[in-house]
């Protein structure tokens, strides 16, 4: 499948063949929900923590004694029955995620990358280079390749910190190297705006 190269300025430049096995592929909506879902489970906290009745300080006496007053036996004042106790089955830190193998993350990825291309979803830029952090600089290029209101994922090879720090304040626009693309922002964008180096990259990992 072939795609048009784009300057910043939004003209045509020349084109370039999208390699099959990464764009290509049939695409496996199993695999990408489990890998989004996993993903999704990662980003929680998992903090939430409560005490036992071994965590909280104090009750190391016993309250009263065994026999004779009439009244339940009680062997400390931190029993989850008692006002100050411990708690019963609370939350406890852990991890929400799960392990996924690296080759059915790469699918997964693949499955996504190849949806965009089959929805004429990716555009090819030769380079993305600005002078100074602005990010006029990116509302304007986006502007230039029809795609403003779209959200948008930009790829490339390298650190360009110039666009990165230029589309901090866009909601709708994300900035990633390509070698760490992640299959949840591919599939929450709109449009992939990749650069040349960034799709030598792609093919390089997940390929």
């Known amino acids: 499948m072939n ?9 045509e430049v020349g084109t370039v063949e999208l390699n099959p096995s990464v764009f290509g592929v049939e695409p496996n909506e199993a695999l990408v929900h489990q890998y989004v879902v996993n993903y999704r489970a990662r980003q929680r906290q998992g903090n939430a923590h409560t005490k036992t009745r071994s ?8 309250p009263w004694r ?3 007053t009439g009244r339940a036996r009680a062997g400390t004042s931190r029993s ?3 006002r100050g106790g411990g708690t ?5 830190t852990r991890l929400y995620g799960y392990e996924m193998p690296k080759k059915m993350k790469k699918v997964a990825i693949r499955s996504v990358f190849s949806d965009k291309a089959t929805a004429e979803r990716i555009k ?22 029809d795609l403003n209101g779209k959200k948008c994922l930009i790829l490339d090879e390298g650190r360009n910190d110039n666009c990165a720090l230029s589309c901090r304040n866009l909601q709708a ?3 990633s190297r390509a070698a760490l693309a992640n299959g949840y922002d591919l599939l929450n964008a709109d449009y992939l705006l990749v650069t040349k180096a960034g ?3 792609v093919v390089e990992v997940f390929g």
């Open 3 to 11: 795609v048009k190269v784009y300057n910043q300025d939004g003209a």
């Open 55 to 62: 965590d909280i300080r104090g009750g190391g006496k016993k």
């Open 66 to 68: 065994q026999k004779g």
């Open 80 to 82: 989850p029955l008692w």
């Open 88 to 92: 019963v089955f609370g939350p406890k």
């Open 124 to 145: 090819v830029l030769d380079q993305i280079s600005f002078d100074a952090i602005k990010t006029k600089s990116v509302v304007s290029m986006l502007g230039k390749l």
């Open 173 to 175: 626009v994300k900035y």
């Open 199 to 201: 799709l030598e990259k």
